[in-house]
């Protein structure tokens, strides 16, 4: 056998269990999704395994697809920006800490919401947010509001309450990033006369940017597809596009309609990955 | 030497903690305008704890940090205007060459024009002129290495540092750049310390060499000074890996001493203080040595013993002869025509003059752990 011959079997090896699995579990599931999302209901419940348009139709025409749409792409922006403004000073101090204790806490902090379910996580934000909750009594106690803040079911609500789910996503990739920079560099950069901002601007900041990007991206990709954490927070109403499937699967059984508006929401994740990904690479170019 | 104009660098009795524990006891240091001066030491001995110190990466504890004449103490790293290599190079990765080298420039916001001629007159320096647009991933080791050194000399420091920068190159490379960085340095006539633990390179580059040891000057002077006169039996040991035999001084006549070790009188030129039974070291440095069938006429050291083995270099061969009194001797020998004189086994004498033993106070145990 040849080396060439060899080398592509052990490519191929390397890669078969990950493709098996994917096959089997995303893109035959995918496509199963996609015949359904063809498929019609009639008005007696009844599924007619056709070949149309009509589901893609219905969300194309319908006002509260639209809403859902917008509110999903301004949560994502809200959440996205925010998780980059808190997350990457924190991971910025987390990875420059000084001992090799303090830092190992710290990442343990960081990770540690993971390791709890996203639903234990979320009631502590209704157990807060709630209009007899911890941040409600506390105000009332101290004087500064005299009757409670309605804040659990608002929009402000579901922003707080998903960036603190989403968070280690962006800190993580970022993390990984600034821990791979050779230390001298903002040494040498200093020793050339840039001053300690000047040297984040020029050099921190653009050679963390892939962690930046990896991070913005998982960030979106999971705001735009969270369903528990404001459905726990602010109710069922909340036009946001992962709710609005779930209330068209599981309340109207409406299956096609369901499988036609999660692949909307699939090529919608995309598109806002790609045009987000887009911004940054510009940005990062304008760095440089 | 007092705080005079020439002085670009000065230390003054500069200590340095890590938390609770001590890297630098009180250096004095001064580096003279134009000077190639290397700090040589085993790691862990305080060399680039002193060129961090220098550059201000590092904070002294005590003591004062001058540059030209002015106290850096408090002075941020990116005002103090000294040029770095870094080990590791530190050329930044998401840049090209031009921009690598135009850093330090677009910082102090000089025009386009100027900036470009400098970079041009800082590439040809280092002979990559027309390398300007290539990423720095494409770059060899070598290439790398100049890169960083003209990044550093763009900006026209007031001392060049550089943090063992030959570390990373193989050891061709590595002794063509050593040539190249000498005649770069007498051509610019900039001041320069160079952070080592290669002797070689600390002995081929220098005008000046720092031998430093736990945090401690051990000696300062020229290459030539440091390999003939070591001050102590560290500096003897690190520049050459010399013989090393011990005992103590019996008799002074004139400018001669004897001193005995085991069954032997070795006779050496007198070095100052030292009294009629000091105990002390001798250092013979293997090449000052030669191996003679019979002792030679009018030899003032002529000490027997059998060849144990010898090392075959092809121009020399390495003996390591066994004394009587079961100590032994390393004699390098250059052979001109590639066969070596003796074989192991064979009767010797190794014979050499009073003037090329170096007599320095010490015993053995007081040179425990120096790797003799």
Redesign the interface.
Known sequence: MSRGWRQRLAVGGLLAPAVVLLVLFFVLPSVDLFRLSLAWMDPQRAIHPDVSLSNYRAFAVNPYFHRMVWGSLKLTVWVACLCLLLGYPATYYMVHARSTMYRTVLYAVVVSPLLISVIVRSYGWVVLLANNGVVNGTLVALGIVHQPIRMLGTFGSVVVATVHVLLPFMMLPIASALQGLDPALERAAQNLGATPLQTFWRVTLPLSMPGVVAGTSLVIALTLGIFITPLLVAGPLQPLFAIGIYYVTLSELNFPLGAALSFVLLVFTLAVIGLASRLLGLIHRRMV | MSASVDVDVQLRDVSMHYGSAPVLHGVDLEVCKGEFLSLLGPSGCGKTTTLNLI?G?LAPTRGTISLRGRVVNDV????R????V???Y??????NVF?NVA??LK??RLGSQEITRRVKEALSLVQLEGLDARPIRQLSGGQQQRVAIA??LA?DPLVLLMDEPLSNLDAQLRRQMRVELRRLQRQVGITTIFVTHDQEEALTLSDRLVLMNGGRIEQVGTPVELYRKPRTPFVAQFLGHPNFLFGEVVDRRGTKMGVRTGQHTIWATCPDQLMVGAPVAVVLRAESAVLRPAPPPGSENAVPGTIDYTVYLGTSAEYEVRLADGSRLRVVEQIANGIPSYSDGEPVVVSWSSEDTIVLPGSRESMKGMGL
């Open positions: 550059a990466f941020p790293p990116y005002r205007n000294t040029g770095m870094f080990q590791s530190a050329l930044f990765p998401h840049m921009d850093f330090g910082i102090r990044r550093a900006i």
